[in-house]
């Protein structure tokens, strides 16, 4: 309880998201997970669509992941800096760094180039997109997993809203749906908690 000396404050609201980080969050090479010429780099890639079934081009998709070899400390140098003019200058490229984060293009297109997660079948996601309050977490299953506890739990059409689709050699395909038919699985995770630590 507080005192009528206290001032007593409602709780704020989140506020939508975009497109404000379109400036500001996407840095250069931020798809490029893998270290460059990498021979087990694989591409996961997709669209964002809203309930209609349109493309949302000022969407942002971020992905977590392990190591090929389990290992989740990956290496700093994601957001490098150059220091002399403050420049965000990207990734290396030569460490894996387990993150990525990439924003849509015109026609809702996303794409990260990784190497294939190690002691899990699949890469997290979050995506932020105008009119989210929240950002909402997924899962791309690289592999149809029969034993995953999440894949186990849900019926044959909702599990393949989260298993992306083999295009090609090392290429995969997941679109994310907001809403409408075949929406995909969003998670949620306790405070405090989220993909980086599933």
Known sequence: MTSPLEPSYDPTPSQTI??????????????????????ETITLHGYVLDGEGQPVPDALVETWQPAPDGSRAGAPGSLRHDPVTGRATGRDGVAFTGFGRVPTD?????AVRTLPPGGVSY???AVFARGLLHHLYTRAYVVDEPGDALLGSLDAERRATLVARSEAPRTYR????LQGDRE?????????SGPGSA
């Open 18 to 39: 975009g497109p404000y980080y379109g400036y500001a969050l996407p840095f250069p090479r931020g798809g490029q997970v893998a270290p460059d010429g990498d021979p």
């Open 106 to 110: 015109a026609d809702g297109h996303w």
């Open 123 to 125: 890469i997290s996601l």
């Open 174 to 177: 997941f679109d994310i749906r």
């Open 184 to 192: 995909t699985v969003f998670l949620e995770f306790p405070s405090g």
